[in-house]
């Protein structure tokens, strides 16, 4: 926009432009202005030098988790990343490097829509006259989870899936390990996923280096609150000798995965 | 005829266009009836507008407030709207939206808690009770995510990064089905479908400061009017008092109405609670009118009357405008929103996380220590795609809206926490009238070809030009010509040069020039969103001309109150002789839906 307050300097901002057949960055000259992000310079780049980059991009608020990329090498969201917090003169921008190039910062993440078809929903039980209740305290570590934009940079940084092509099929990634530990806290679900979610989705394949958390842009607490307390519960309904025997004399059992990757009626 | 083009061709019984609340909550009503459903999306699922309300679903369940009813919701929406409402649409709305927020929790949705475990409701303009039902700030998040994973767990088939540049009717008008391509590629492909919900939002990326994203080109509202439909009440458009203002960059991104429900006050720059002074007769007998009245009624709403702060978006905007043009703004041309000196920094962190981190990150302002600078931004159009209420049928056979591209609903001015409870309601109207439709026997005809290689040849044409008009430059020409001309405040000479500019901006459209190729190429993506745009503002122009009064969301300041008589009628735009972005618009007064009696009544003994 014209009537941005420049401040008369320049930066570089390199940039990867390519396509799935390779690339290579580029460098572009570009004003320095005030209170700006990475996705306005971006986007004076489009109106100005360059209208064919590609980059995904919505809200332009942090809220929707489109603009993922990796800026400086770190994978930030360009919409929440100021470019006054950046190297003053040299800004570089890559795509998602775990993700398949479509074209310069567009990357294909249908990895983690394939990966959000195989979860069991959340299957409450009928709802009783007046309604459900639940305490606030009992759904705040749910609501913590829900929180997630889907920016999927937690699944750009994880080793398993962006080092390891042959676990990808059986790895479900903290994204959706968040998923899995919000459904099994939520207080009124009734389904039983912990096999599952060793068994097909991976879950002792994280080896809780905590990148995921470190580079979510929601600050949700992934290692922490979601794998590890879902990890804990794994083991509880597979290994734990007293849990066992609370479940034999409860007679209550554990979900096979086969029995609990059921979806609710519509 | 033969289709010369190419394509991809895929069959369905319902087309959903735009994957928003509305186009997900039809989406899943129509494959519950067990029909083939596909939603077609400009964005990746669970990305669209949507997520960015923030406030609350309004509905009347009455946990907070056990006296609330939908009667009483459904007269604050009417005289929120300025009585210009489909008054079928408001009622239905008022009745149904318990259930369906009800229905949201059942799927998934973790809304806030009241002490003994039900949903937490809050408060916010125009709404007499507290009624909105929330998750902190990021309540359209939550609902976004809910029906999205009702969708994938129903298996619903979805297309995304998928533009659709036309509708395709067959011999009788009806819908046949609809032309589009594949961003990430720029392949081309063909849906058949007999049914097509529209469900595509909002046109606010037409103005310069807006809180909507790239997506709100109005490309349903368009793609309904060239497909014969009619669009009812375009003039009217929402400028949300709060929008942030510093810095430039991010100028009219939103700061949800839930900080004046949960405290907040607007301050102009001598420190005056200015909104005393501008409470329209509507609303006065209701409002505080003092400092101490409004205070004592955040805690108890039977101990005063409301703040001004919290009336209805449309007064508060015009409010703000005033005291700026006044000279009692902000340094950076708005005015201040104090929560700071009201509420403990705890409550607003956890009240309101999203706007402290919203400011924190990219303006440098705590907001738990410092006022917010805020201004009007362009938000939400009530106006849209004339349906019939019950069954968002269109004029067109098979053609159907839902949502912020419906119109009608909201009237003139659209009540906060309003919109998300639109989605849910007529949405799942949608899914079910287009379900109704189909199980009638209706197939789509089979395509003309020679309209998909006409369609394919106009998208592809910027691209063989070589010297012609860049995308982004026609783009912000029109927003300036939106904000300057057809903005906040209009006069009728302003709005008669808005009509010219449009004229020269359509011809600049058919000349443009693009560089690249089809695939995820966004200055060509801009290029096929700029006839909807120049549609759906031409429509607002005339709208905005022919309104020769102030009401809700239009504002004239050479006709500054409100007419009797034309608060009676809608006024009606069609194109009867086609012709896309450079046809012929038809604008006709029509008499709005009479109220039944015993609705009436609900207006005369309120208080």
């Known amino acids: ?266 | 005829m033969a289709q010369i083009h190419e394509t991809e061709h895929q069959d369905y019984d319902v087309l959903v266009v735009g994957a928003g609340g509305a186009g997900l909550r039809a989406a899943i009503e129509a494959t519950r009836r067990g029909l083939r459903t596909v939603i077609v999306t400009k964005s990746l699922l669970g990305k669209a507008h949507t997520v960015m309300a923030e406030g609350g679903v309004a509905a009347a369940m009455g946990n907070v407030y056990p006296e609330d009813s939908w009667q009483v919701h459904f007269r604050d929406t009417m005289r929120g709207g300025k009585m210009l409402n489909n008054y079928r649409m408001a009622e239905l709305h008022a009745q149904e939206s318990p259930d369906r927020v009800h229905e949201l929790e059942a799927w998934g949705a973790l809304f806030d808690r009241t002490p003994d475990g039900r949903i937490l409701q809050r408060d916010f303009g125009g709404h007499r009770f507290a009624r909105l039902a929330h998750v902190g700030d990021r309540t359209g998040l939550e609902m976004i995510r809910t029906l999205q994973q009702k969708v994938v767990s129903l298996g619903v088939d979805v297309v995304m990064e998928c533009k659709v540049l036309r509708l395709v009717t067959d011999a009788d008008g009806a819908i046949a089905g609809c032309v589009a391509y594949h961003r990430p590629t720029g392949g081309f492909v063909t849906f058949s479908a007999p049914a097509v919900v529209l469900a595509t939002g909002g046109v606010g990326k037409s103005w310069k400061y807006t809180s909507n994203s790239w997506e709100s080109t109005g490309d349903g509202h368009a793609l309904a009017l060239w497909a014969g439909a009619q669009l009812i009440d375009m003039e009217a458009i929402q400028f949300h008092p709060t929008g942030m203002v510093w810095p430039l960059s991010v100028r009219g991104l939103l700061v949800t109405e839930g900080v004046r429900g949960d405290g907040g006050v607007l301050r102009n720059s001598e420190g005056k609670r200015f909104m005393f002074n501008y409470v329209a007769d509507m609303f006065r007998a209701e409002t505080a009118d003092s400092e101490e009245e409004a205070d004592k009624w955040y805690d108890d709403h039977s101990a005063g009357r409301r703040p001004p702060e919290l009336l209805p978006r449309d007064e508060v905007a015009r409010a703000i405008n005033t005291e700026v043009k006044a000279g009692r703004g902000t340094p950076h041309g708005g005015v201040f929103l104090d929560i700071a000196s009201r509420r403990s920094p705890e409550f607003i962190k956890r009240r309101l996380p999203s706007m402290y981190h919203q400011f924190m990150e990219l303006a440098g302002v705590d907001i738990t220590t410092t006022s917010m600078e805020i201004g009007p931004t362009c938000h939400y159009i009530m106006g849209g795609v004339r349906v019939e209420a019950d069954t968002e049928a269109t004029s067109v056979p098979g053609l159907f809206a839902a949502g912020e591209v419906a119109g009608g609903m909201h009237g003139s001015n659209r009540l906060g926490g309003n919109s998300l409870s639109d989605l849910l309601v007529f949405g799942r109207r949608a899914g079910v009238g287009a379900a109704d439709y189909v199980e009638g026997g209706k197939k789509a005809a089979p395509f003309d070809g020679a309209v998909v290689d006409a369609t394919i040849d106009e998208a592809t044409a910027p691209l063989a030009r070589e010297v012609g008009e860049n995308p982004y430059d026609v783009q912000r020409d029109l927003q300036e010509l939106m904000q300057s001309n057809v903005g906040i405040i209009r006069t009728g000479s302003e709005l008669a040069d808005a009509l010219t500019g449009l004229d020269r901006l359509s011809e600049r459209t058919s000349n443009l020039a693009v560089r690249g190729g089809r695939a995820y190429n966004p200055g060509w993506n801009l290029a096929t969103d700029l006839p909807s745009m120049l549609t759906v503002s031409r429509c607002t122009t005339l709208g905005a001309i022919n309104r020769k009064e102030s009401r809700g969301g239009h504002t004239r300041e050479d006709f500054p109150t409100p007419d009797a008589e034309l608060g009676k009628i809608n006024f009606v735009h069609s194109q009867p002789s086609g012709g896309g972005y450079r046809g012929e618009i038809k604008t006709v007064p029509e008499p709005i839906l009479e109220m039944p009696p015993e609705l009436r009544a609900l207006f005369e003994d309120a208080t």
């Open chain 1, 1 to 266: 926009m014209t009537d941005q307050a420049t401040t008369g300097e320049q930066i570089t901002l390199r940039v990867w432009r390519g396509d799935a057949s390779g690339g290579a960055f580029e460098d572009y000259r570009v004003d320095k202005v005030e209170g700006e992000v990475v996705l306005d310079v971006v986007h004076r780049l489009q109106a100005s030098q360059t209208p064919d980059l590609a980059c995904r991009w919505n809200c332009k608020a942090g809220k929707c988790g489109s603009c993922s990329a990796e800026i400086d090498g770190r994978p930030r969201l360009m919409c929440m990343t100021r470019m006054d917090d950046l190297d003053a003169n040299l800004v570089t921008v890559a795509p998602m490097r775990t993700f398949p190039i479509i074209r310069d910062l567009v990357t294909d993440v249908s990895f983690n829509y394939e990966v959000a078809k195989r979860v069991p929903a959340f299957s409450p039980p009928e709802r009783p006259e007046g309604g459900y209740r639940m305490q606030q305290v009992d759904i705040e570590r749910g609501q913590e989870f829900r929180k997630c934009i889907e920016c999927f940079l937690c699944q750009d940084v994880c080793h398993v899936i962006r080092d390891h092509d042959d676990l990808k099929p059986r790895y479900a990634g903290p994204r959706f390990f968040i998923r899995y530990a919000e459904l099994e806290m939520h207080p009124l679900d009734t389904n039983d996923r912990r096999q599952l979610v060793r068994e097909r989705e991976g879950l002792g394949l994280c080896n809780i280096t905590k990148c995921c958390t470190e580079v979510c842009p929601e600050h949700i607490k992934i290692t922490d609150n979601a794998i590890i307390p879902l990890k804990e519960r794994v083991v509880g309904a597979t290994y734990d000798p007293v849990a066992w025997l609370g479940r034999v004399v409860r007679r209550r059992k554990v979900r096979t995965t086969d029995e609990a990757a059921v979806q609710p009626a519509p």
